[in-house]
């Protein structure tokens, strides 16, 4: 018998599998567990002296990532994570707002290009790929 897992539950494994990774690369990290609106990690590099907010999406499988242009905003970083099974490393791939907004046709595909925009738009795998482990984003 499996059991169903909710988003909340894999929300909060990709925002604490991120701030593993962030911790371990001598960054600082600090959840904010839902305490700030549309923040889920603040993200502070010392040998750079620069703080960063972090937007973390988070899937159990490949599929796409489901947001809304609007929501993006182009100062934060965004990490989307693929968590696979737990018999498979997990995907990070990390990418600034300023980058999605200066693609929207390329990051969302066909959402927005429609005479009338899908009403649940998202942000495609596969321009994702080239971010895969673009941890460097923390050190600019």
């Known amino acids: 018998m499996t059991r169903k897992i909710d988003a909340q539950t894999t929300g909060m ?9 962030l911790f371990k690369r001598g960054y600082q990290a600090s959840i ?7 923040i889920d990690i603040l993200v502070y590099n010392p040998e750079i002296d620069k703080s960063f907010v972090v937007q973390v999406k ?6 796409c990532f489901l947001i809304k242009k609007e929501s993006i905003n182009k100062e934060h970083i965004y990490v989307f994570i693929v968590l696979y099974s737990n018999d498979t490393q997990e995907e990070y791939f990390i990418v600034k707002g300023e980058d999605i907004l ?9 959402s927005y290009k ?11 795998y596969n321009p994702l790929k080239k971010y895969l482990n673009n941890w460097s984003v923390f050190d600019e």
């Not at 494994?13 to 990774?21: Q, V």
């Open 13 to 21: 494994a990709g925002e604490f599998l991120t701030a593993g990774k």
């Open 32 to 38: 904010t567990l839902g305490n700030a609106k549309h």
């Open 58 to 63: 988070t899937l159990r499988k490949k599929n």
């Open 102 to 110: 200066s693609n929207i046709d390329e990051f969302f595909g066909s």
């Open 114 to 124: 429609r005479e009338i925009p899908s009403t649940m738009p998202a942000i495609n």
